[in-house]
């Protein structure tokens, strides 16, 4: 069965930081990926997505993401984090046998301290 | 842009009543999808729809039923609201390319359910 895990729960950076937000998924056939951020009571907002090409994709608000199918990962990055960028950061997974289903994980939670 | 639009931001009811949450997009989209978010369970899909009068039962649709008679509009019925469907609802679309599952889905704003 599909799935999705982002192994860390929370994740505190200092403002001007990198970042790296783990994804991991577990798939047949190549996936669609996707990333979401949910800013504080709001519904998620695509960051970027990846569908075949080029494993680095670049998003919105500066992130980007790497595609690597011998780790069956999906990693966000950001070279500097903002303070706005605080909010929880959701992977996806788009499977086709089932149509048009989505897999989400189940979040990473991002603080960022001045 | 998408815009998908939630008809409540904030809900309270009671126990056993019944509730309905509406969802419009405005992009001509096939696909609708309702979830619920709860603390670290993610997004857990409870019906999605590929097209009017078309519903499929998500992960955790019991409780819940869905209606779509209109293209933009989906709605949410909790038919006999209790307490553990106290949670942030989410509404999403997305269109039909030809290949399933490769389009991004556009979330509306979500709507918190508080039942008492």
Redo the contacts between chains.
Sequence with gaps: AQSVTQPD?HITVSEGASLELRCNYSYGATP?L?W?VQSP??????LL?Y?SGDTLVQGIKGFEAEFKRSQSSFNLRKPSVHWSDAAEY?CAV???P?????Y????TSLTVIP | DVK?TQSS?YLVKRTGEKVFLECVQDMDHE?M?WYRQDP????R?IY?S?DVKMK?K?DIPEGYSVSREKKERFSLILESASTNQTSMY?C?S?R?SG????????????TRLSIL
């Design positions: 729960i669609y996707f979401y009571g709001q519904g998620l907002q695509l997505k569908f959701f788009g499977a086709l089932t149509g048009n289903q989505f989400f994980g189940t979040g | 998908v931001r696909n999808f670290g369970l993610g997004l899909l999605f590929y499929e998500g989410l999403a997305s039909v290949l399933p599952g490769n389009q991004p889905q556009h979330f509306g704003d979500g």
